[in-house]
């Protein structure tokens, strides 16, 4: 293999570090920077949003209910959140 450069790679390295700060190249460049104009968020993103957040509560409610004394466990907290209640007054 040579020691000598290759004149075509010479010529593809000079042409590749071509200057990219014209005035074009830095406004497409700003233009792919800039955030979209616009609402953010659709119609159909915010639906998706509260039906998640919808379900998680469902979930969250529904869960503890499957165990064996849930039940109980409910009259207690609601009668404990009712005492709390009643005492802050």
Known sequence: ????????????????????DDAQFMERVAG????????RLGPAA???????????IATGIAAP???????LLALVAAAVTLCTGLLSL
Do not use: K, N
């Not at 000598?4 to 010479?10: E, H, R, S």
């Not at 639906?47 to 998680?56: D, F, K, P, V």
């Not at 209910?65 to 039940?71: I, P």
């Open 32 to 39: 792919r920077l800039r955030p979209p104009r616009g609402p």
């Open 65 to 71: 209910l499957r165990l064996r004394r849930a039940g």
């Open 1 to 20: 293999m040579s020691d000598a450069p290759d004149p075509q790679l010479l010529r593809w390295f000079a042409e590749s570090r071509a200057a990219l």
């Open 46 to 56: 915010a639906r998706s949003i509260a039906a998640a957040m919808l379900s998680g």
